[in-house]
């Protein structure tokens, strides 16, 4: 069974302060680890999506990479409107079309 | 501009009744999903579609049930089966392909009276 575990749970960060944050997951043959980004009461918007070790990508002030067994969200210089909540999900080889969920980090980025 | 559209945003529910959540997308995408997100939990899937008139079950089916009728539309029913139906519901679409974006809906809350 595919699992994805996110923390922390919460963070708080001043603006300009650069964090991580951490989802180790474990599946049966990795097919896709994907970041989304979710704002209060609306549906998660995507941010990327990782298919092997070693792999980077980076959009604006993020930067998501993946080992073996997790994957970080990196936020550089961080701004009031990165506040949100980030979602990790995993497809594994296992699954026929379903992604596993992390039950997210919720980033407060104060001004 | 394409996109998913989701309705209501706020739904009420009654002892023993049924309801249903409305999911409509104009992306052409072949699979369509039906999400629940409880707080502090990720989210759950609960059926799923990738053509027209078939549908399967999601890790908690129970208690609910759908249709695709047309491929751009794929409703949900919370029926009365469904004991805590109190949650936000979010439909998502995404193409066969191998990679499975989703995109998603701006969701429903359904809250139980």
């Known amino acids: 069974e595919d699992q994805v575990t996110q923390s922390p749970e919460a963070l708080r960060l001043q603006e300009g302060e650069s964090s991580s944050l951490n989802c180790s997951y474990t599946?049966?043959?990795?097919?896709?680890l994907f970041w989304y980004r979710q704002d209060p009461g609306k549906g998660p918007e995507f941010l990327f999506t990782?298919?092997?070790a070693g792999e980077e990508k980076e959009k604006e002030r993020l930067k998501a990479t993946l080992t073996k067994k997790e994957s970080f969200l990196h936020i550089t210089a961080p701004k009031p409107e990165d506040s949100a909540t980030y979602l990790c999900?995993?497809?594994?080889?296992?699954?026929?079309?379903?992604?596993?969920f992390g039950s997210g980090t919720q980033l407060t980025v104060l001004p | 501009d394409g996109g998913i559209t989701q309705s209501p945003k706020y739904l009420f529910r009654k002892e023993g009744q049924n309801v249903t959540l409305s999911c409509e997308q104009n992306?052409?995408?072949?699979?369509m999903y039906w999400y629940r997100q409880d707080p502090g939990q990720g989210l759950r899937l609960i059926y799923y579609?990738?053509?027209?008139?078939?549908?399967q079950k999601g890790d908690i089916a129970e208690g609910y049930s759908v249709s695709r009728e047309k491929k751009e539309s794929f409703p949900l029913t919370v029926t009365s089966a469904q004991k805590n139906p109190t949650a936000f519901y979010l439909c998502?679409?995404?193409?066969?392909?191998?990679?499975?974006?989703?995109?998603f809906g701006s969701g429903t809350q359904l809250s139980v009276l």
């Open positions: 579609s990738q053509i027209v008139n078939d549908f």
């Open positions: 992306l052409n995408h072949d699979a």
């Open positions: 990782l298919y092997s």
């Open positions: 599946v049966s043959g990795l097919r896709g």
């Open positions: 998502a679409s995404s193409t066969l392909d191998a990679n499975e974006k989703l995109f």
């Open positions: 999900a995993v497809h594994g080889s296992g699954s026929a079309r379903q992604l596993t």
